[in-house]
């Protein structure tokens, strides 16, 4: 029997990030292979598609698990800390690969599930573009699936814990990025020339007024202004000024009304000051919508296990599991990582790890998922 403690371990000691995942998905699809599934490699590049076939396409549904680790200097003492330097396993995915790992075994080995179940290992979830490619490459028409579903752990809630809540659930993340162009000189004579730092500055005092102004007060919003680059130095006056930073919020309309407020204030911010600008705006992840009753769904099988909260509310992070939802109907769930330690730390945090004392409750809830079906 495989040791999953010791196979998350291994994960995380040996992080791949991005669409660069060999090593990764081919463990994980070595050990399906041996249980007897249908493997797929090279979905979207280097995810692994492996399908439990007990019933027909009709009823198919989908479990997705993301593989990717993080550009992060790990900062733990544990013994299986990352071997590769500037790569961390600092979001889980090594223990979400794990636990939807040890549920396709465990199913497998169940002679009394009848419904197929297409297990879904997804590349590149931390910059937006895994779920994309895997469709791009045929998931929903090569796998069909009536149904798709996924988990992520959180750090400080209690371990055996579930929470989602039905509708908009995860953020959506835009981008942007402000280019100034004005007129360098000498900074004892700033007369001489246009400076785009002033400019840049009033841009974002400016910018944290699309929120308390702009949107309305049920509406949640973020504008965050991250990077504030310029080509000047301690005696220079710059030529060039970037502003870069990250949006979010839980609809169509709130992106498109920051969008819109962002250019008009770049625009009459520049006139005045006679800079020159260009906006570029785009979207990283889509807003997160569990599908009604998939949410009923997924927190019955959550009850099996734990306790629950089935209105969380919306929470502020954004998901590629988004885009798989654009396609096909399902939903997404939280899991507690623990409260002491480690396992509380921030996602993201370079002291985090993931609580293997969580992989037998994520087993139970998809084995559980598997049976209900949708």
């Given at each position: 029997m495989l040791d999953l403690v010791a196979f998350r371990r291994d994960l995380?000691?040996?992080?791949?990030?991005?669409?660069?995942?060999?090593r990764t998905p081919n463990?994980?699809?070595?050990?399906?292979?041996?249980?007897?599934?249908?493997?797929?490699?090279?979905?979207?590049?280097?995810?692994?598609?492996?399908t439990l076939r007990r019933g027909p396409d009709e009823t198919a549904i989908g479990f997705r698990a993301d593989m990717d680790a993080l550009p992060i200097h790990e900062m733990t003492n544990l013994p299986?800390?990352?071997?590769?330097?500037?790569?961390?396993?600092?979001?889980?995915?090594?223990?979400?690969?794990?636990?939807?790992?040890?549920?396709?075994?465990?199913?497998?080995?169940?002679?009394?599930?009848?419904?197929?179940v297409h297990f879904v290992f997804q590349p590149d979830e931390e910059n937006g573009n895994g779920a994309a490619a895997m469709i791009a490459d045929g998931l929903f028409e090569r796998f069909p699936m009536t149904a798709v579903f996924?988990?992520?752990?959180?750090?400080?809630?209690?371990?055996?814990?579930?929470a989602t809540?039905?509708?908009?659930?995860?953020?959506?993340?835009?981008?942007f990025e402000i280019r100034l162009k004005g007129q360098g000189g000498h900074a004892s004579m700033p007369e001489k020339g246009v400076d785009p730092i002033v400019t840049g500055s009033a841009i974002v005092l400016h910018l944290q007024s699309i929120v308390s102004r702009s949107l309305p007060p049920g509406?949640?919003?973020?504008?965050?202004?991250?990077?504030?680059?310029t080509d000047g130095a301690r005696n220079i006056l710059?030529?060039?000024?970037?502003?870069?930073?990250?949006?979010?919020?839980?609809?169509?309309?709130?992106?498109?009304?920051?969008?819109?407020?962002?250019?008009a204030i770049v625009d009459g911010v520049c006139a005045a000051q006679e800079v020159a600008a260009e906006v570029d705006y785009s979207t990283s992840?889509?807003?997160?919508?569990?599908?009604?009753?998939?949410?009923?769904?997924?927190?019955?099988?959550?009850?099996?296990?734990?306790?629950?909260?089935?209105?969380?509310?919306?929470?502020?992070?954004?998901?590629?599991?988004?885009?798989?939802?654009?396609?096909?109907?399902?939903?997404?769930?939280?899991?507690?990582?623990?409260?002491?330690?480690?396992?509380?730390m921030p996602l993201h945090n370079p002291s985090y790890d993931f609580n293997d004392d969580a992989i037998r409750h994520g087993i139970a809830f998809w084995t559980n998922l598997a049976q209900r079906g949708f």
């Open positions: 995380h000691a040996h992080p791949e990030s991005g669409f660069d995942l060999d463990l994980i699809a070595a050990e399906l292979e041996r249980a007897g599934l249908e493997v797929t490699r090279g979905v979207g590049r280097t995810g692994v598609v492996a299986y800390r990352s071997k590769t330097e500037g790569k961390f396993h600092g979001c889980g995915h090594d223990g979400h690969s794990t636990m939807l790992l040890g549920a396709a075994l465990a199913l497998a080995a169940d002679t009394s599930l009848d419904r197929t996924g988990l992520h752990n959180m750090p400080g809630m209690e371990l055996g814990h579930f809540q039905a509708g908009p659930f995860c953020a959506f993340e835009d981008n509406e949640h919003g973020v504008v965050s202004v991250t990077e504030f680059l710059p030529s060039n000024v970037t502003l870069r930073g990250d949006c979010r919020g839980f609809s169509k309309d709130v992106s498109d009304n920051i969008q819109r407020r962002m250019r992840f889509q807003p997160l919508v569990n599908d009604t009753r998939a949410t009923e769904v997924i927190l019955g099988a959550a009850r099996d296990v734990g306790s629950v909260d089935a209105e969380y509310g919306r929470v502020g992070f954004s998901e590629d599991f988004a885009e798989f939802l654009a396609h096909r109907p399902g939903a997404f769930i939280l899991m507690g990582n623990g409260l002491d330690g480690s396992n509380a």
